[in-house]
């Protein structure tokens, strides 16, 4: 069970795009398309941002987009505001007939 | 409204053990899985374990693998993690977080959280 890997910190200007990936292996990104993003503000719980690596759930800007290439998930913001800035985290299905989940370590967004 | 309470955090020496409560209300518990997500203050998010809605499919994290025990009651709309032999290593923010299915291993809801230390 390996984390999966994310840059430690992006950042972008108001209206701008950035892209955050998440590299995982065959056996968890690669395989699965349960990818999932997070969004935590500080001392604040992770909020759903995307699931099964492209959908949106209600409520959530269409602003944020996720997409997947082979064992690289990635996660797009678009035209980006302040209250963008917060850490994302990614997570994936990992296991077969049980559960097996694995985050990344998180990517630090910056809004200049 | 979906609302996830977690309670049972402390303070406790290494090598006892600890019992997390997650008291769920706003849905039926009986429909979805269920799992712990612990967070070290400043650091990245683990999973830790997993329970499916009829508590026959369960995993854990290597780490916890063998020392903590997942369970759920659907009835009293609850589910629990058993700690035991901690470590100072596990103490974290203990998160209780809702699977938006039987076993689609997203989190759709999370509270707010049962800080565990484990120290001397």
């Known amino acids: 069970q390996s984390a999966l890997t994310q840059p430690a910190s992006v950042s972008g200007s108001p209206g701008q795009s950035i892209t955050i990936s998440c590299t995982g292996t065959?056996?968890?990104?690669?395989?699965?398309?349960?990818v999932s993003w997070y969004q935590q503000h500080p001392g604040k719980a992770p909020k759903l941002m995307i699931y099964e690596v492209t959908k949106r759930p209600s409520g959530v800007s269409n602003r944020f987009s996720g997409s997947k290439s082979v064992n690289t998930a990635a996660l797009t913001i678009s035209g980006l505001q302040a209250e963008d800035e917060a850490d994302y985290y990614c997570?994936?299905?990992?296991?077969?007939?049980?559960?097996?989940?694995?985050f990344g370590g998180g990517t630090k967004l910056t809004v200049l | 409204e979906v609302h996830l309470v977690e309670s049972g955090g402390d303070l406790v020496q290494p090598g006892r053990s600890l019992r997390l409560s997650c008291a769920a209300s706003?849905?039926?518990?009986?429909?979805?899985?269920m799992h712990w997500v612990r967070q070290v203050p400043g650091k990245g998010l683990e999973w830790v374990s997993g329970?499916?809605?009829?508590?026959?499919?369960?995993g854990y994290a290597d780490s916890v693998k063998g020392r903590f025990i997942i369970s759920r009651d659907n009835a009293k709309n609850s589910l629990y993690l058993q700690m035991n032999s901690l470590k100072p290593e596990d103490s974290a923010l203990y998160y209780c977080a809702k699977d938006a299915g039987i076993a689609a291993a997203y989190f759709d809801y999370w509270g707010q959280g049962t800080l565990v230390a484990v120290s001397s």
């Open positions: 706003g849905f039926n518990l009986y429909n979805f899985a």
């Open positions: 065959s056996s968890d990104v690669g395989i699965y398309d349960s």
């Open positions: 329970i499916s809605w009829n508590s026959g499919t369960i």
């Open positions: 997570c994936s299905y990992a296991g077969t007939g049980t559960f097996d989940v694995l």
